[in-house]
């Protein structure tokens, strides 16, 4: 009656929480009307379909947020579904978990528990524990940003290969994992994570991302993506501008451009020969250069090997060629002559393209010419003057590779010291002669022949046969030049 009478909202609040603790309906529905609760009202209309007191007090103790007290409640009349639903509204997860462990809340219920759980843990970057509970919920994705930000990539990778772990071919989620990977530098899991994924393109992307040229250009051929060639080239030709010659090389290389490594390693060679300081190195380099040739080549010749054609489908219909093919029924000899013809075909296209390039052609000429180059300046030191004059002597078909005037100095200090001044003379003819001299060097090499020829008569003397033939540089000195090379930088 005094409630009525004064009318202030705070009583009437407390007059409904007073009846709520009563469980007297009817006068908490009065109160919270004349305070304009609205949610108090349902509730009390909530509480009017329950029969059960029990009930009842358990949502009075939540809507007053006692919320232990609800729980016990909940408990005493072993509804445990109940504690839990309430606890999950909450939020509150830790005890959602407890509860589901004394047998209450089904398998959803369980996984929504530890996926949130697990959301508690990364809200406050404990990657770990996060991780721990995504993987007992399988939320893959969000299982995927702890493994990346504890930088666990085994994990990651363990994701795209472990049968066990594996997501299934096809998820978008892989293209997610392929990113950070590639993001990392893992190129070859990245690339397995985008293939998993149907994502061809990104995986050759990644490739060329990462520098992997050799396997972005095989997917290419593989899935046939033409573009790769255009940006390889463009790629190359960024490095070049930039004076990078190595790193082209080596880009070459992994994308299996042959040709195009052979020709850069003989470009840079040539650069180095021109120096004159580093013989040993332009050597190395034109050594690089022509295993780079012969890779190509054996390519080119297993390419033509397996795809040639047929005796039979070269024979025109008709012809005497073609009956004689079909009486024998093609047999080994159709395919001795197939296996010929394409092995033909292979060394002309090899040789085809060689011949466009000169540069390719230099390649092994390089080899030869530096070797000679070092090996004449060996013999000199080592007094070896009629080995080293036959050396320099060979040289002289490499002037387009080594400089002139090194050869003929060469070749003219060998014969004087081999006394062979006829040799000598027509060196330092050749010297005189070259364009390329000063004057002022010209008049040097002048006033030096002239020293050397009054003192010297310009004749050789005679050479036994047996003498002439030792330490000759014969065609077949050079092939085994080659194969020494060859060998000497094959794979152990």
Same mark, same amino acid.
């Given at each position: 009656?005094?409630?009525?009478?004064?009318?202030?909202?705070?009583?009437?609040?407390?007059?409904?929480?007073?009846?709520?603790?009563?469980?007297?309906?009817?006068?908490?529905?009065?109160?919270?009307?004349?305070?304009?609760?609205?949610?108090?009202?349902?509730?009390?209309?909530?509480?009017?379909?329950?029969?059960?007191?029990?009930?009842?007090?358990?949502?009075?103790?939540?809507?007053?947020?006692?919320?232990?007290?609800?729980?016990?409640?909940?408990?005493?009349?072993?509804?445990?579904?109940?504690?839990?639903?309430?606890?999950?509204?909450?939020?509150? !997860?830790?005890?959602?978990?407890?509860?589901?462990?004394? #047998?209450?809340?089904?398998?959803?219920?369980?996984?929504?528990?530890?996926?949130?759980?697990?959301?508690?843990?990364?809200?406050?970057?404990? !990657? #770990?524990?996060?991780?721990?509970?995504?993987?007992?919920?399988?939320?893959?994705?969000?299982?995927?940003?702890?493994?990346?930000?504890?930088?666990?990539?085994?994990?990651?990778?363990?994701?795209?290969?472990?049968?066990?772990?594996?997501?299934?071919?096809?998820?978008?989620?892989?293209?997610?994992?392929?990113?950070?990977?590639?993001?990392?530098?893992?190129?070859?899991?990245? $690339?397995?994570?985008?293939?998993?994924?149907?994502?061809?393109?990104?995986?050759? +992307?990644?490739?060329?991302?990462?520098?992997? !040229?050799?396997?972005? $250009?095989?997917?290419?051929?593989?899935?046939?993506?033409?573009?790769?060639?255009?940006?390889?080239?463009?790629?190359?030709?960024?490095?070049?501008?930039?004076?990078?010659?190595?790193?082209? $090389?080596?880009?070459?290389?992994?994308?299996?451009?042959?040709? +195009?490594?052979?020709?850069?390693?003989?470009?840079?060679?040539?650069?180095?020969?021109?120096?004159?300081?580093? &013989?040993?190195?332009?050597?190395?380099?034109?050594?690089?250069?022509?295993?780079?040739?012969?890779?190509?080549?054996? *390519?080119?010749?297993?390419?033509?090997?397996?795809? #040639?054609?047929?005796?039979?489908?070269?024979?025109? *219909?008709? @012809?005497?060629?073609?009956?004689?093919?079909?009486?024998?029924?093609?047999?080994?000899?159709?395919?001795?002559?197939?296996?010929?013809?394409?092995?033909?075909?292979?060394?002309?296209?090899?040789?085809?393209?060689?011949?466009?390039?000169?540069?390719?052609?230099?390649? !092994?000429?390089?080899?030869?010419?530096?070797?000679?180059?070092?090996? @004449?300046?060996?013999?000199?030191?080592?007094?070896?003057?009629?080995?080293?004059?036959?050396?320099?002597?060979?040289?002289?078909?490499?002037?387009?590779?080594?400089? &002139?005037?090194?050869?003929?100095?060469?070749?003219?200090?060998?014969?004087?010291?081999?006394?062979?001044?006829?040799?000598?003379?027509?060196?330092?003819?050749?010297?005189?002669?070259?364009?390329?001299?000063?004057?002022?060097?010209?008049?040097?090499?002048?006033?030096?022949?002239?020293? $050397?020829? @009054?003192?010297?008569?310009?004749?050789?003397?005679?050479?036994?046969?047996?003498?002439?033939?030792?330490?000759?540089?014969?065609?077949?000195?050079?092939?085994?030049?080659?194969?020494?090379?060859?060998?000497?930088?094959?794979?152990?």
């Amino acid at each position: 009656s005094f409630v009525e009478d004064t009318s202030p909202p705070r009583l009437w609040r407390l007059l409904a929480e007073s009846a709520l603790d009563k469980l007297d309906l009817q006068t908490a529905e009065r109160a919270f009307v004349k305070c304009a609760d609205y949610q108090g009202v349902q509730l009390v209309k909530r509480l009017a379909q329950y029969s059960d007191k029990s009930k009842q007090r358990a949502e009075v103790a939540v809507y007053n947020k006692r919320f232990d007290e609800a729980e016990k409640i909940y408990k005493d009349i072993d509804r445990l579904d109940l504690a839990i639903e309430m606890r999950s509204r909450l939020g509150d !997860w830790f005890k959602v978990m407890k509860m589901t462990k004394e #047998g209450a809340g089904d398998d959803q219920m369980i996984n929504q528990a530890w996926v949130n759980i697990g959301d508690y843990y990364h809200d406050r970057q404990l !990657w #770990g524990k996060a991780k721990h509970y995504f993987n007992l919920a399988k939320a893959n994705e969000k299982q995927v940003e702890c493994l990346y930000s504890l930088e666990d990539y085994d994990g990651l990778a363990a994701l795209v290969k472990d049968p066990e772990q594996q997501l299934p071919e096809g998820s978008s989620l892989l293209i997610t994992v392929g990113e950070k990977l590639a993001s990392v530098g893992l190129a070859e899991d990245a $690339v397995e994570a985008y293939l998993r994924a149907g994502d061809v393109k990104g995986a050759i +992307d990644c490739c060329v991302l990462l520098n992997q !040229w050799d396997k972005a $250009v095989m997917l290419a051929e593989e899935h046939q993506f033409p573009q790769i060639e255009g940006l390889l080239v463009k790629y190359a030709q960024t490095l070049l501008t930039n004076d990078k010659k190595m790193e082209a $090389v080596e880009l070459y290389r992994k994308a299996n451009r042959h040709p +195009d490594a052979a020709k850069l390693l003989a470009e840079i060679a040539q650069d180095v020969v021109k120096s004159r300081a580093h &013989p040993h190195r332009a050597l190395r380099l034109y050594v690089l250069a022509a295993l780079e040739v012969e890779k190509f080549r054996s *390519k080119t010749l297993r390419s033509a090997q397996g795809g #040639g054609t047929t005796m039979s489908t070269l024979a025109p *219909k008709g @012809t005497m060629a073609a009956k004689a093919t079909a009486a024998r029924g093609g047999g080994a000899t159709v395919r001795n002559t197939q296996a010929t013809m394409a092995t033909l075909d292979g060394l002309m296209q090899g040789d085809a393209i060689s011949s466009e390039n000169k540069m390719l052609d230099q390649a !092994w000429r390089g080899v030869e010419a530096m070797h000679l180059y070092i090996e @004449t300046h060996k013999l000199l030191y080592s007094r070896k003057v009629d080995a080293a004059m036959k050396c320099a002597e060979a040289m002289g078909d490499y002037t387009d590779i080594l400089d &002139p005037r090194d050869v003929h100095s060469l070749l003219a200090i060998a014969a004087f010291h081999n006394q062979m001044y006829a040799k000598c003379s027509q060196a330092f003819m050749r010297l005189e002669q070259l364009e390329s001299l000063s004057p002022d060097r010209r008049e040097a090499f002048q006033d030096l022949a002239f020293k $050397v020829f @009054t003192q010297f008569k310009p004749d050789d003397f005679t050479i036994p046969e047996e003498q002439k033939r030792r330490d000759a540089i014969t065609p077949e000195y050079l092939k085994d030049l080659r194969k020494h090379y060859m060998a000497l930088c094959a794979p152990s």
